[in-house]
């Protein structure tokens, strides 16, 4: 009795309409093993529900067990020949089987004879097959392209809308409720200094769920929702964004804003107060990574510091700091900034007068800004002209066009926030330096984003050195550190780190 092994595989919910099923297959392929003296030994079959990963899984399982079995097999059995492979590298791999390790390529419905010719015949088959999926491909992707031009979602809608079908077309519309969520996570965050962590706790505080079945907003969805800019209105294909014809859910000067406050943040499943590129290793310039380590008998986490260099690199000092001994260093720095009363007023009157300078920086700045706006539109205009002369292609005024709409809305937010910004900023600092005076308590209570804040407010280019901290101080708080103690000169005032200080104030 001859040995066997079959493949059925169906790519497409049409197929299957058109009578290429995985059941019609399969009779088909059984029927030409009894009908041979024969018996399938093992069958192999692809669902058009499977995904690529899955189908190379059994098309590598296939060729594995021929192989291993190829004394005992008489033959690879396909329905078709398109059937058999879905590109020619794959039906080369069959052909190699018949060659060279003598297993004969069976198409029951397509038969040909094992000579010249025949091979012919089948790899004549085989590279129309692949032409019709390689073109299929290439018109799915054009359909997609032009779909997305016009200004509709291609897939799944983002939370916030959902899939209908409106005179035969899917297109997308407003979830209300969900859109209520969506409109309400980004006023948050742009207008309450709330971290992701804070947003997330006021949100469920409130009452807005995520979905029915996990009513908590997943930390990497936020980000990612705080990101897309479907909610103003535009749909993404490959790497440009095009103006779409959905509803937007949030106004573009409140999107602008989050993106600002957002700057470089990217999701970070766990967040280390002192990793994250802040910290360089004094021995070999390095940076300073943490770890996470959990006791298997208490169950308690600790985080550690090191070098990323620590293991690798020859002769490193095998140093590992806890996260509370880089906290007592900081704490020390933290009290030795609390001043006499009379330095704290003279110290709020210096940085109020930086406020005022800043503020003047901040006119120029805007002007400047008003100015780029108006080269920018220059070039809108400019673009659109090539675009209608047809001198550029779809694709490239789609791109530029994005790059020019984000330059635009940059320069105008910082038009519009220049001086408040600028004054944020000013407030920002006395706020802090009042703050300093009972900063020990509060950062035993703060959070990462609150403590990473109070860092880079503070200090500068850390350094790890053994397991001594080491930092520049920011001006003017390297005053405080150093005490406010100056150097006298014959003058009535006295120069201390770029602040000039009136002598009564000592």
Not at 97 to 119: C, D, K, W, Y
Not at 246 to 266: I, M, Y
Not at 347 to 360: G, I, N, Q
Request: net charge positive; hydrophobic share 35%.
């Amino acid at each position: 009795m001859k040995r066997y092994v079959a493949l059925a595989r169906v790519s497409s919910r049409e197929q299957e309409r058109e009578g290429f099923s995985l059941a019609v297959q399969e009779d088909a392929l059984k029927r030409y093993a009894e009908a041979t003296s024969g018996e399938i030994v093992r069958f192999f079959c692809v669902a058009e529900t499977a995904s690529k990963s899955d189908e190379r899984k059994t098309f590598k399982e296939l060729l594995a067990f021929a192989k291993k079995n190829a004394n005992t097999l008489d033959g690879l059995l396909f329905y078709k020949v398109d059937r058999a492979a879905r590109n020619l590298a794959d039906y080369v791999e069959l052909e190699k089987l018949e060659s060279e390790h003598g297993i004969e390529f069976i198409s029951v419905s397509q038969p040909t004879e094992n000579n010249p010719a025949g091979r012919m015949m089948r790899r004549t088959l085989a590279n129309m097959a692949s032409f019709y999926t390689e073109q299929q491909s290439v018109d799915v992707r054009e359909g997609h392209a032009r779909r997305v031009q016009e200004g509709w979602f291609v897939g799944a809608a983002p939370y916030g809308y959902r899939n209908i079908r409106k005179d035969g077309r899917g297109i997308i519309e407003v979830d209300q409720d969900r859109a209520e969520a969506i409109r309400r996570l980004f006023h948050l965050y742009a207008y309450e200094p709330l971290t992701v962590d804070q947003l997330i706790e006021r949100l469920t505080k409130e009452g807005v769920t995520y979905r029915p079945s996990a009513p908590r907003f997943p930390r990497s969805s936020v980000y990612t929702m705080l990101r897309d800019r479907c909610y103003i209105g535009e749909v993404r294909y490959g790497e440009n964004w095009y103006p779409g014809k959905h509803e937007p859910l949030v106004e573009r000067a409140t999107w602008d804003r989050v993106q600002v406050l957002l700057g470089n943040k990217t999701y970070r499943s766990h967040e280390l107060t002192y990793a994250g590129s802040l910290i360089r290793c004094g021995h070999c310039g390095n940076l300073i990574t943490g770890e996470l380590v959990t006791k298997k008998k208490t169950g308690k986490q600790y985080v550690y510091y090191r070098c990323t260099m620590y293991k690798l690199k020859p002769g490193h000092p095998r140093i590992r700091l806890t996260e509370a001994q880089l906290d007592e260093q900081v704490l020390a720095v933290f009290r030795s900034l609390r001043q006499p009363e009379a330095v704290r007023e003279w110290f709020t009157k210096a940085l109020r007068d930086w406020s005022k300078r800043e503020r003047a920086e901040a006119t120029t700045q805007s002007t400047v800004s008003q100015r780029e706006i108006g080269l920018l539109r220059q070039q809108q205009d400019r673009l659109l002209n090539l675009r209608l002369a047809d001198e550029i292609d779809a694709d490239t005024f789609a791109r530029k066009s994005t790059q020019l709409r984000d330059r635009i809305a940059a320069a105008a937010l910082r038009v519009e926030a220049a001086d408040r910004d600028r004054g944020e900023q000013a407030e920002m600092a006395v706020k802090v330096f009042e703050l300093s005076q009972a900063l020990v308590d509060k950062w035993l209570t703060a959070d990462y984003a609150a403590k990473r804040h109070l860092l880079e407010i503070v200090f500068s280019n850390f350094e790890l050195r053994d397991v001594t901290l080491c930092y520049e101080t920011n001006k003017p708080f390297d005053v405080l550190v150093e005490g406010l103690v100056p150097s006298f000169t014959r003058g009535e005032r006295i120069r201390t780190s770029g602040l000039l200080l009136p002598k009564q104030a000592l």
